[in-house]
Structures are given as structure tokens and as C-alpha cells.
């Protein structure tokens, strides 16, 4: 499943790294946790959970079956 998580990644960043900002995979559970770290911009931006919940988890719900959720670490 990482190597699915992190190609779906590889497909969000580009949106992230326009407004200065990235995203970096830290763990996938057996539990469908996925934990990441935001970076640059995208760390101290205040909108940051909205990206987090409606951007990346969306994303990865829908195209990698197994995740149940992601969570900023």
C-alpha cells in the first residue's frame, strides 16, 4: 500500500509545491493510518487542515483502497 500512497502523493504535490509548499510521507499503518508531514508553506499555513482532510485524504480514499484516514504528524 505505501508504494500506492506515495504515487498518489507524487500526483497532490505539484498543487502544493505551487503555493511553496509540499507534503512528506512519514508512515503508512496496517490500520490505513497514513501519516504525513507538511512542509514549506503548507506547514504554518492556516489552512493547511483543509488541505490536509479535503485535498490529500480525499484523494487517497479515492484512489488507494485501505486508507481510513490521514493525520499531520
Not at 500506492?4 to 502544493?16: H, Y
Not at 514549506?40 to 487517497?60: F, R, W
Amino acid at each position: 500500500m505505501k508504494e500506492q500512497v506515495e504515487k498518489v502523493l507524487d500526483e497532490v504535490r505539484p498543487a502544493l509545491q505551487a503555493d511553496g509548499g509540499d507534503v512528506e510521507l512519514v508512515e503508512v499503518g496496517d490500520d490505513g493510518i497514513v501519516k504525513v508531514r507538511l512542509t514549506g508553506a503548507c506547514g504554518s499555513c492556516p489552512m493547511s487542515t483543509v488541505t490536509l482532510k479535503m485535498g490529500i485524504e480525499k484523494t487517497l480514499k479515492d484512489k488507494v483502497p485501505g486508507v481510513q484516514a490521514v493525520v499531520q504528524v
